[in-house]
DNA sequence: TTAATTAGGTTTATATTATAAACTACTTTA
DNA sequence: TAAAGTAGTTTATAATATAAACCTAATTAA
């Protein structure tokens, strides 16, 4: 067997592969929905979420709902790629 | 309502995973096949083996080969349910 | 009408973790 | 016998994750 491809260290971690794995499988989502499907509190989620727009994996849209402040992400193709190429070298590790 | 299954954290590293993943391949390994194996440097191989044998995750075995110490890990049991958990758990992000 | 509470976040401080550099102890080679 | 190599360990530091504290605006209660 070969050696062990590198992880994505964006993506190898908990919380930011859940927010991932879950705008995945979503056209968009909302900064509290993601909050209760993660069960991350809102400080570390909004930092986590900033990391991945910084890079470009997830687009981040701020606007109102109303008169409340709305959070939305969705992933982006790089986003896409990277899931993929990660989860693609994760299998080496676990198969 | 977490719907994401918590990893693990002692697995969720890059150098453990490839050290367990390896370990579940074969019957032992020696520091150094798994150093070559993982591309780790030994100073951080040797950090990381003592977490997970301090988490009775594999059994570390000291002795001499000729007259150079050798030091060889084996996966244990805990080890085994561990990181089969954990692939469980994994595949609820990735798929 | 003022005070407290809630919503939806962000910023910052701290705890945890990973990693490399420095070190130990011994052996081999020139 | 000095230098280099082997097989690791210990320790200092960089990086990361996380929670606590904070912010602004809107509601609700007194």
């Given at each position: 067997?070969?050696?062990?491809?590198?992880?994505?260290?964006?993506?190898?971690?908990?919380?930011?592969?859940?927010?991932?794995?879950?705008?995945?499988?979503?056209?968009?989502?909302?900064?509290?929905?993601?909050?209760?499907?993660?069960?991350?509190?809102?400080?570390?989620?909004?930092?986590?979420?900033?990391?991945?727009?910084?890079?470009?994996y997830?687009?981040?849209?701020?606007?109102?709902?109303?008169?409340?402040?709305l959070?939305?992400?969705?992933?982006?193709?790089?986003?896409?790629?990277?899931f993929?190429?990660?989860?693609?070298a994760?299998?080496?590790?676990?198969?």
């Amino acid at each position: 067997m070969n050696h062990f491809k590198d992880l994505d260290p964006l993506l190898h971690s908990q919380l930011r592969l859940a927010i991932m794995s879950l705008l995945m499988s979503v056209k968009s989502a909302e900064f509290v929905h993601i909050k209760e499907k993660t069960g991350a509190t809102a400080g570390n989620l909004s930092v986590q979420i900033d990391k991945l727009s910084k890079a470009d994996y997830i687009q981040v849209t701020k606007s109102f709902k109303g008169k409340k402040p709305l959070t939305t992400c969705k992933i982006t193709k790089v986003g896409i790629n990277a899931f993929e190429e990660y989860v693609n070298a994760l299998k080496q590790y676990i198969n």
